[in-house]
T-cell receptor
């Protein structure tokens, strides 16, 4: 079985500060990992994905995440937060990045940006 | 990029009525579609997976007679909430992907369902 745990349901940072959203995964097979962003009353937008290539994955909007197998982590970071980054962020895991595979989502982390 | 359109974006109806939500892939063939339910301030819970032309596979605990899913074409899947009650109020999101290895899921913008 696969699962992801997001540490911290709410993270608040100042504009311009480092953003760090934590995600740990559990998987009995090599995982494919994702970070999605959700703005209020909207669907999900893919930020980035890890599919067993480079362990440091760069995504859209200046976000990146590093896959650390030894720590079973896939934390999301951004060097400098913008007000527009305020949203809900979901870490997710799948065992095969294919059309037939389920994606299991974490519980989400709400990111707030202080002016 | 790939676009998935979900309609309606918001619906309010009386208890006991049935509500249909459409999920369309606008520029690709969606061989597989997924339906999720999201409670306020909660994560997405997969309800069912549907492959074009086949019956949907429901997750444990999801009532198949309550949530009817049809995926009759490569561009359209529908979710019908039958005899809806206030506890069915939620945010429903679909996603779609096409056949092949390493194909991503593309998400719709969701439907806010409110049952009075």
């Amino acid at each position: 079985a696969q699962s992801v745990t997001q540490l911290g349901s709410h993270v608040s940072v100042s504009e311009g500060a480092l953003v760090l959203l934590r995600c740990n995964y559990s998987s009995s097979v090599p995982p494919y990992l994702f970070w999605y962003v959700q703005y209020p009353n909207q669907g999900l937008q893919l930020l980035l994905k890890y599919t067993s290539a480079a362990t440091l994955v760069k995504g859209i909007n200046g976000f990146e995440a590093e896959f650390k197998k030894s720590e079973t982590s896939f934390h999301l970071t951004k060097p400098s937060a913008h007000m527009s980054d305020a949203a809900e962020y979901f870490c997710a895991v799948s065992d095969l990045y294919s059309s037939a595979s389920k994606i299991i989502f974490g519980s989400g982390t709400r990111l707030s940006i202080r002016p | 990029g790939a676009v998935v359109s979900q309609h309606p974006s918001r619906v309010i109806c009386k208890s006991g009525t049935s509500v249909k939500i459409e999920c369309r892939s606008l520029d690709f063939q969606a061989t597989t579609m997924f339906w999720y339910r999201q409670f306020p301030k909660k994560s997405l819970m997969l309800m069912a997976t549907s492959n074009e032309g086949s019956k949907a596979t429901y997750e444990q605990g999801v009532e198949k007679d309550k949530f009817l899913i049809n995926h009759a074409s490569l561009t359209l899947s529908t979710l019908t909430v039958t005899s809806a009650h206030p506890e069915d109020s939620s945010f429903y999101i679909c996603s779609a992907s096409t056949r092949g290895y390493n194909q991503p899921q593309h998400f719709g913008d969701g439907t806010r369902l409110s049952i009075l």
